[in-house]
């Protein structure tokens, strides 16, 4: 039988590419949006749901167990980034990015364990990122709330692994999406002594996902072979060379060369 698929966030960008992917290879596929009417032509089943209301999740899940009996793979991709000085960044923006990127998909998370249990079978991918292993500048909390999924998803690997669950990460580099409109830019203030070096970067980060980015077509064919393995891996990296050889150069330099780099490369 096919397996039956949720996809959080899967209305544009990664989701979108990866729901349409799994449809070909004709798994029962649904995902979530916060207005599924604004997606008329959309071939993936899209259910009303907000990552960040307990009670819209609760129903997404109830009504996939109505429609099919069971939920064979959770795949957490809805997220959003975020850009700022730590310093001078709102409070309130880094808890909504903290409730989207993390407190949201370990919710999440915890309404589909039981069905996978009482199943004996399971699988959940986290879509993370390569920043999730990096301290980036201005990016800091971005990184913080992807890392926080990264080391969730060893520890919960643990708990679960009596019980045909698996769960893995996804971490992505610079992927070609419209994440630029969804970004929270928690920062403008033209007065701030962080201003001058914050816009260059501001700039260069956009510039690499318009003019760099790879297709998420990359990250749909990963999930798929993912899906696939019997034994998934507890980590995953997908992009450019340059961005996952900076993971390996991360783990074999000095700390303070790999710093020396990052700010060179950032020219900081």
């Not at 959770?74 to 808890?95: C, Q, R, V, Y």
């Not at 903290?98 to 004996?120: A, D, S, W």
């Not at 990250?219 to 980590?235: D, L, S």
Request: proline letters at 4%; charged letters at 25%; a positive charge.
């Amino acid at each position: 039988m096919s397996k039956v698929v949720l996809i959080t966030g899967a209305s544009s960008g990664i989701g979108k590419s990866i729901g349409e992917f799994l449809l070909k290879k004709k798994f029962k596929v649904y995902g979530t949006s916060r207005n599924p009417s604004k997606y008329v032509d959309t071939k993936i089943e899209l259910i009303k749901s907000n990552i960040n209301s307990i009670d819209e999740i609760d129903n997404c899940v109830k009504y996939i167990l109505m429609k099919e009996g069971t939920l064979d793979v959770l795949i957490n991709n809805a997220g959003i980034g975020f850009t700022g000085p730590i310093e001078e960044s709102n409070l309130k923006d880094m808890e909504r990015l903290f409730m989207t990127n993390f407190f949201g998909p370990l919710e999440l998370i915890k309404k589909v364990l039981p069905i996978m249990r009482k199943n004996n079978y399971g699988l959940i991918i986290n879509i993370t990122s390569i920043a999730g292993y990096i301290g980036l500048p201005f990016r800091g909390v971005f990184c913080a709330s992807k890392s926080a999924l990264e080391i969730l998803t060893e520890s919960l690997r643990s708990e679960v692994k009596d019980y045909g669950i698996k769960i893995s990460n996804v971490a992505p580099g610079d992927i070609k999406t419209d994440v630029i409109s969804r970004r929270i830019d928690s920062f403008n203030d033209k007065d701030s002594v962080y201003f001058n070096k914050y816009f260059k970067t501001y700039q260069s980060m956009n510039k690499d996902v318009e003019l760099k980015g790879a297709d998420p077509i990359i990250v749909a064919k990963k999930i798929y072979r993912i899906i696939k393995t019997k034994n998934p891996k507890i980590h995953y990296v997908v992009g450019k060379p340059l961005q996952k050889f900076s993971i390996i150069l991360k783990k074999i330099l000095p700390d303070l060369w790999f710093e020396y780099i990052l700010n060179k490369f950032n020219k900081l």
